[in-house]
Structures are given as C-alpha cells and as structure tokens.
C-alpha cells in the first residue's frame, strides 16, 4: 500500500502561482511513477503532469506546457507541482496518483494509488 496525501491549494489571482505537494508513505515511494490529475465540477478527471520513479523523465499535458513544472524528492517521498501563470480554467481539484510501472502516464485508470486531492481555484 502506498498512502499519499496532497497539500498546497488555495485561491489565487489568475497569474498567479501555487505549489502542490504529494507527501507519500508506504512501501519504497522511488518504485512507483507519480501523476497529477485534476477533475473540475461535472468534467472527467484529466491529466496534468507525470514523471517516472527516478524524476528523470517527465510528460504534460499540452494546456500546462510550459506554466507547470513536475518535480520529485525521492528522499523526502514527495512529488511536487509547481503552477505558475495560473488561469481561471486551471481551476479544479487536483490529485496525485501513483503507479508501478512507467507506462501509459497519461491513463488514469492505471495508477494503483490516489490521494483526496486538493481544491485550487483560481479567479479572473
């Protein structure tokens, strides 16, 4: 079992920024791939950000290219999502997910494990 709990949303300004973590405990937090996702009111859970168990690759989705970066401390067993130039459609619950296997990063029905998420709304 790998337990994982997110922490770091809030309401801001659209560009503005905020930084979520994904503190993980459990069995060996360096075997398992780990993603964020994100799933506004009335809309499917959507793919933001992943990277594989070593952080030394990394996958976004194309609407947060270039604004989020993806980051991990194998040592702290936390993953981390930087958000800058925040916009008002950036607005949902975000949530890390982790998986064994480096394959198929975009998929969620794929990850094993999921965190409660954490609430960012950013306004116009």
């Known amino acids: 079992q790998v337990q994982l709990v997110e922490s770091g949303g809030g309401y801001v300004q659209a560009g503005g920024s905020l930084r979520l973590s994904c503190a993980a405990s459990g069995r060996t937090f360096s075997n398992y791939a780990i993603g964020w996702f994100r799933q506004a009111p009335g809309e499917d859970r959507e793919f933001v950000a992943a990277?594989?168990?070593?952080?030394?690759?990394?996958i976004y989705a194309d609407s947060v290219k270039g604004r989020f970066t993806i980051s991990r401390d194998n040592a702290k067993n936390t993953v981390y999502l930087q958000m800058n130039s925040l916009k008002p459609e950036d607005t949902a619950v975000y949530h890390c997910?982790?998986?064994?296997?480096?394959?198929?990063?975009?998929?969620?029905?794929?990850?094993?494990?999921w965190g409660q998420g954490t609430q960012v709304t950013v306004s116009s």
């Open positions: 990277n594989t168990r070593s952080g030394g690759s990394t």
């Open positions: 997910a982790a998986r064994y296997y480096s394959t198929s990063l975009t998929i969620a029905r794929g990850y094993d494990y």
